[in-house]
Every structure is written in structure tokens, then in C-alpha cells.
């Protein structure tokens, strides 16, 4: 398995591509105008505690308040640096809201999720500060090791070099998934350079004023080399030699064996289309999905959840429906898993597999899926099919997906994905001349509406036109105006 990364840099946004065995599987946008937040510290102030819904929002310096459930509200450990002593001695569970905090109070928050739609950033109290091997809780004594290293002898080994760097000091840490093989000397630096970063931290908390952000994560390319995992990228290519030169100092300090894999691409043609990137972005933009059987998917991202159809489309298979069937739904759990993360979708997701009726090849397609997903670095959880046939599954979102980065809601239909047809438009305009012609005097009317709507009333609709001439004994004349959106007209009264 080759990876590679590749970093698009231009003077107000930074993309990067995740590039596996030539198929792009994940891209990454920071738009200097909107930077995502997540895992940057801010002095905030409450501004509103809602005991109804277990939560305070809070004024963080944003446009919009950002939202504090008290089951992110750390209680006793860093108390004394969020300045809130009513939390001292909290009781275990998750107390009302309202014994935790309260209107006006300062608190220290940490961003876990950005705002998404409308509503306001998550956030929470728990701080948590990564580096390359390990996350810093400060003042939590707690050591932990990521779930996703499951082999129990380098659990063991990890735990135990951690908890020997990690002895004298009052933070806690937890050995992230990159840290597996991992050297001791390695551990031990990386809580050296957390627990003087923390420290840099510890006298601003005090002082800044509320709305500031007090610590704020590396930028994205940053941050991708040092979250990815290490073992399988061959390339980092970036097209911008200040960009290669900070990745390259930040490299040797940091990942000393990635120094070697980070390039310049000097080339005229941009990054993104010599690695069909580009063409991969638009196609995600779109609601199918091709599977290379000739079957498709089609994807759909609504306020409250995300749903894939899975499609035969083309193919016909070889031997019999259920074989056809199975075949598609096993290539559509490794497709539906990819595009999961190039589309970066997140929170309930329903599956509409083709229905099989042999259960062993349900439990195999559920597997298959359960597989792709392994290699996703979002956490997901999925449910067995229902007796419908729908798979009902989980991914951690925290930042919005690919589709609402990129694109609006469209003007002309309000997001909706569709418009008035031609015909409704048409019985509108007739319904409206009909209000007016009661409503006021005129001698003559005129309709002003796009020309496909005029030539519908025109053409197909000239008898009904006639009828209603006759009917309000004034007449009608036509006007076009291609400026109009399809659904939008005047009747004007002469």
C-alpha cells in the first residue's frame, strides 16, 4: 500500500489531499477566513445557563455563542485554573447544570467541535493538548493508551515508558495511535515539550481578557503531518517553497523520518489535476456515486442525517439476482466507507442496501463495511440491518462536511435541490391574474416570466389561455424575461 500527501498552498487557503494507491481518499481545506477551531482554547463567559437542556452557552469571541453541555464541564481538577471554585468537590454523575456553573462566570474552554449550520461551536472544559505520540490533559492524573492499538504487548510497553516519563509530574497523558513502535527517549521528549508548552499557557489564562483565544493549534498542513500515521506515506509534495521550508524545519524538530519524504513539485500544471484530484472533489460534490460494476450510490445529506441508496444500475451479474445483489452491496460497503471520508460525513447515517435474503451475506456485507471503515480516523460505529433492511451507523463529525465547506444553498430553489415545474408555474400565474383582476380595474394585462414558462403558456397551454381570456374579458399579452428565475413572474395590471 502506497500513500501519498499532497499540499495545494495558495494566499488564502491550504488543501490537502490524502492520495492512496492513486485514489484519493480524504481532502482537507483551511481557508484563512475560517480556520476551523477545534482544539483551540479560548477565555469565555457565560452568558446564558439553560437548565432545560443541561447546558450554558457561551460567549467565546465568535459570532455566534458557542454551546456547553454539563457532561463536558470538568469538575475539581482544573478548577483552580478555570477560576471556578463552585466546582470544587462536585459530586460524581453529572450534577445540574446549575451547581456548575452560572451566568457571567469566566471558564477556560477547549473548542471539540466547530460550528456547523446553525448552530454554535461545542465545547468543552476537559483541555486536551496533542503532540506527535501523546494528548496532555493537564492537571488530570490519568495515563491511557489508544484503543486502536490492540496489541496488548506494546499497550503494555507504551503504558509503562509513559507512565516512567510522566511520574514526577501533575498532568496526565494518552498514548495515541501514532505512538505505536514508538521509542521510549521519544515518549519521554514528547512529554517534555507538553508539559513546557502547558506552562507557556498556565500565567495567559489568567490574564487575557474574555473572548481571546489563548492557545491555538498548528495550521493544517501542520497538523496533518503530525496527526497521519507514519508507516505507509512514501511522498509529502507541496507546491509552495515557504510552505515546504516550514514543513521540512517542523519535520526534522519533530518527525525526523518524514524529513526525507517531504518534496517540492515545481510543476507548470497544478497539484491537484496531475493527481485527478480536482475531478475527485467535483464528483463528491454530486449526489451519486459510480461503482465500478456498473451499479451507483446515491448520496444525500439532510439537517438531521445522511442517507445512501445503494443501486444495481447497470450490472446484471453472472448467475442469479441474490449472487448479483450481494456482489453490489460488497462493493458498495468499500465505496460507501471511501466516500464517508472524502465527503467528511458525519453524525447517523442510514444505509438503503439492495435487500438480500440469504443472512450470511448480510452479516458478510455488514463485516465488509465494518472493515473499510477501520482505516477512518473519525470514530464509527455500526448497527446490524434491521428488518427493513437499513443499516443505521455513526461517524464523529466536528467539522463540516465537503459539500457545505465548498457550496451555498442554491438561490433559485432555497436548497431544496428542486423547482416549480414549468406547469405549476403556469396554473399560478392563471390563479394570480384571477386574484387581480378581482381585486383591481385595468383595461389590459401583462405577464412578465422566464421565457420557458411564456412559451409553455404559449404553445401547450394556448386553449386554456383563450378560456381564461374569455373568462375575464380582458386581454392577455405575453413578455419573456430570461433574467427570471424559473418560478418567478408579475402580473402587471395596464
Known amino acids: ?51 432545560g437542556m443541561q447546558a450554558a452557552f457561551v460567549n467565546i469571541g465568535l459570532d455566534r455563542t458557542a454551546f456547553l453541555h454539563a457532561s463536558d464541564i470538568l469538575r475539581g481538577a482544573q478548577a483552580d485554573v478555570m477560576e471556578s471554585s463552585a466546582l470544587q468537590g462536585a459530586p460524581a454523575g453529572v450534577p445540574s447544570i446549575e451547581t456548575l456553573v452560572r451566568d457571567g462566570q469566566d471558564l477556560i474552554v477547549q473548542v ?56 514526577s509530574g501533575p498532568h496526565g497523558f494518552i498514548v495515541r495511535t501514532n505512538a505505536e513502535g514508538a521509542s521510549e527517549e521519544a515518549i519521554k521528549s514528547d512529554v517534555l515539550y507538553l508539559q513546557k508548552l502547558w ?7 489568567k490574564i487575557v481578557k474574555t473572548g481571546s483565544i489563548v492557545y491555538e493549534d498548528l495550521p493544517l498542513f501542520l497538523r496533518v503531518l503530525r496527526d497521519m500515521r507514519k508507516s505507509h506515506i512514501e511522498k509529502v509534495r507541496i507546491d509552495s517553497r515557504e510552505t515546504l521550508e516550514r514543513a521540512q524545519s517542523f519535520a526534522e524538530q ?13 510543476g507548470e500544471r497544478p497539484i491537484f489535476d496531475l493527481y485527478g484530484v480536482e475531478d475527485e472533489v467535483q464528483r463528491a460534490l454530486g449526489k451519486q456515486a459510480p461503482l465500478k460494476s456498473g451499479g451507483y450510490l446515491v448520496i444525500q445529506q439532510t439537517e438531521a442525517m445522511t442517507t445512501i441508496d445503494v443501486n444495481t444500475g447497470a450490472f446484471l451479474g453472472h448467475r442469479n439476482l ?20 472524502l465527503r467528511n460525513l458525519g453524525g447517523i447515517i442510514i444505509i438503503d442496501f439492495i435487500d438480500m435474503t440469504d443472512d ?20 464509527t460505529h455500526v448497527y446490524d440491518m434491521s428488518p427493513l433492511g437499513l443499516v443505521e451507523m455513526t461517524r464523529k463529525r466536528t467539522t463540516e462536511s465537503l459539500e457545505r465547506q465548498l457550496c451555498e444553498p442554491c438561490a433559485a430553489c432555497d436548497g431544496r435541490g428542486t423547482v416549480k415545474s414549468t406547469e405549476t408555474v403556469v396554473y399560478e400565474i392563471f390563479r394570480e391574474i384571477i386574484r387581480a ?33 374569455s373568462f375575464i374579458k380582458k386581454p392577455i399579452r405575453m413578455k419573456a424575461e430570461d433574467q427570471y428565475d424559473l418560478d418567478q413572474y408579475d402580473v402587471v395590471l395596464i
Request: aromatic share 4%; with cysteine.
Open 437 to 469: 383582476v378581482r381585486q383591481f380595474e385595468a383595461e389590459n394585462l401583462l405577464v412578465v416570466a422566464h421565457s420557458s414558462v411564456v412559451n409553455r403558456i404559449l404553445d401547450d397551454e394556448s386553449v386554456a389561455l383563450a378560456e381564461l381570456e
Open 199 to 205: 506552562d507557556t499557557l498556565v500565567e495567559p489564562l
Open 254 to 266: 519533530f518527525i525526523p523520518e518524514l524529513a526525507a519524504c517531504i518534496e517540492h513539485y515545481p
Open 112 to 167: 471539540v467541535k466547530d460550528p456547523i449550520g446553525s448552530k454554535g461551536a461545542r465545547l468543552t472544559t476537559h483541555l486536551s493538548i496533542p503532540s506527535r505520540y501523546l494528548v496532555l490533559l493537564p492537571n488530570v492524573k490519568t495515563i491511557g493508551v489508544s484503543a486502536r492499538i490492540d496489541d496488548d504487548a506494546e499497550r503494555s510497553r507504551l503504558k509503562a515508558a509513559l507512565q516512567a516519563a510522566a511520574e
Open 1 to 51: 500500500m502506497s500513500e501519498e500527501i499532497l499540499i495545494n498552498v495558495t494566499p488564502r487557503e491550504t488543501r490537502v489531499a490524502h492520495v492512496e494507491n492513486g485514489m484519493l481518499q480524504e481532502v482537507f481545506i483551511e481557508r484563512q477566513r475560517r480556520r476551523g477551531m477545534v482544539g483551540n482554547v479560548y477565555k469565555g463567559k457565560v452568558v446564558r445557563v439553560m437548565p
Open 360 to 379: 450470511d451475506h448480510k452479516r458478510q456485507v455488514i463485516r465488509t463495511l465494518e472493515r473499510a471503515l477501520a482505516k477512518d480516523h473519525a470514530k
Open 322 to 341: 441474490e449472487d448479483t445483489v450481494y456482489k453490489t452491496n460488497l462493493e458498495a460497503a468499500q465505496t460507501i466507507a471511501r466516500q464517508l471520508r
